[in-house]
């Protein structure tokens, strides 16, 4: 019911919102301005369906965790015996700690039995979490990362991934039965190389709360270091350099979309020098992308930018945002799923605001299996502290399939 709410008091603001709206521009039309309370009022409104939209996409996640069921992996009996050993021992020792060179290889030994990953090092001085606490983090990760939702997402054995994309492709052209064919160009290769890079949390807390025998070891883990994962990574996906880190979407050379070429992002000028104010540049976005990639493309941008695309409007005076007045709906802008992510830029001069793009296509997340954890009762007396590491990188790995809005002329 209170996600019902929520949608409804949404749809409410947002026909207050349009309202207002038309009688904001109506007003500048006619006197060449708009009265102040009538902007604080479009302004204030306008932050209320922000926030109440954060609140339905909450209200779905928690609903989505309702919903959502464990059940046993398959396996026979010997493997999900030694999964289940395996879990036991990694609770205890979370819990109550214990040699970590006998438990790493009590650990190691069942890994193997219940074909896990062998990652566990007693010289190391770390464990691999179990699969539960993987399934725990990566879950709660999709629920909060813009990024991990739309991006493809892989599993890895290796400390990089690599592949080899096809950018040139070959000639071909249509013959009579009997006429000569011209050989064909050899296909020009380009290597996509994405190195696994680390990340860190190091959440602690009281013995005495580890002593609680009903704690869920794998959802408090996932709870106490994901949002740490998730500030780190979530901003690298984005702009960061690819230096002990992911690439970033905008970390790439961008070019106008007219000069695009293979390794570049192309952008399209927003038509204003350090405002975004031009409605028919969305749709000029939009159709810089080839088809093939169009039809699963979706928008990325901030709240922010969301506040001010949420005002404009076509040439016949229709809005070109739409709300997701259904549980599990989407808000859309031109018939598209949008995707906020606050670690888009802002709008301002030479600023990347805006992404149009197939992302599953476009992106890719590599993890590297296993989390490690240290545990760490000795530095801080009273507390416990598990340090906490998983390794990922990130990168495009289709140029093509991805374009930005650039707050410029040209």
């Known amino acids: 019911m209170e996600l019902k709410d929520t949608i409804d008091e949404i749809g409410k603001a947002v026909k ?58 398959g396996g026979s009996g010997e493997v999900n015996a030694a999964k289940a050993e395996h879990k036991k021992i990694f609770d205890r020792w979370f819990k109550k700690g214990g040699d970590i060179a006998t438990v790493a290889a009590a650990m190691k030994d069942l890994e193997i039995k219940a074909e896990l990953s062998t990652l566990s090092d007693p010289e190391g001085g770390y464990i ?20 991990r939702r739309i991006a493809t997402v892989r599993q890895v ?71 740490e994962f998730n500030d780190q990574e979530g901003e690298k996906f984005i702009s960061g350099n690819g230096v002990k880190q992911p690439k970033g979407l905008g970390a790439y050379t961008m070019v106008t979309n007219a000069n695009y070429a293979w390794g570049s992002v192309g952008y399209v000028p927003g038509g204003h020098a350090s405002l975004f ?31 001010v695309v949420r005002l404009f409007k076509n040439g016949n005076g229709d809005y070109l945002w739409r709300q997701g007045l259904v549980a599990g709906q989407p808000d859309t802008l031109l018939g598209k799923p949008i995707e906020y992510d606050d670690y888009v830029d802002d709008i301002g001069a030479n600023k990347y605001p805006l992404f149009f793009g ?25 507390y416990v502290k598990f340090y906490t590491t998983k390794r990922v990188g990130g990168g495009i790995i289709n140029y093509e399939a991805v374009k930005a809005l650039k707050i410029a002329t040209t």
Not at 359 to 378: E, H, P, Q, S, T
């Open 277 to 307: 104010n031009n409605a028919d540049k969305i749709t000029s976005l939009q159709h810089a992308l080839k088809p093939k990639y169009r039809a699963n493309g979706l928008w990325l941008m901030n709240d922010t930018t969301c506040e």
């Open 16 to 73: 207050e919102l349009r309202d207002d709206n038309d009688k904001r521009l109506k007003a500048i039309e006619s006197k060449g301005y708009a009265p102040a309370d009538l902007e604080e009022r479009v302004n204030k409104i306008n932050g209320e369906i922000t926030k109440l939209s954060d609140m339905k996409h909450q209200l779905e996640a928690i609903e989505t965790a309702l919903a959502r069921k464990d059940f046993p992996g």
């Open 128 to 147: 691999t979490a179990p699969p539960e606490v993987d399934s725990a983090i990566d879950r709660v990760a999709v629920d909060i990362s813009a990024m």
């Open 157 to 227: 054995g290796a400390d990089a991934y690599k592949k080899y994309v096809n950018v040139g492709g070959t000639t071909s052209g249509w013959v009579g039965e009997k006429e000569t064919r011209s050989e064909t160009d050899t296909p020009e290769l380009k290597e996509i190389l994405i190195n696994v890079q680390e990340v860190y949390a190091e959440p602690h807390t009281t013995q005495k709360e580890l002593d609680d025998a009903i704690i869920d070891v794998a959802g408090w883990l996932a709870d106490e270091v994901i949002i």
């Open 358 to 382: 197939d992302f599953k296509r476009a992106y890719l997340i590599v993890d590297r299996l296993g989390i490690r954890i240290i545990r760490d009762n000795i530095t801080t007396k009273g």
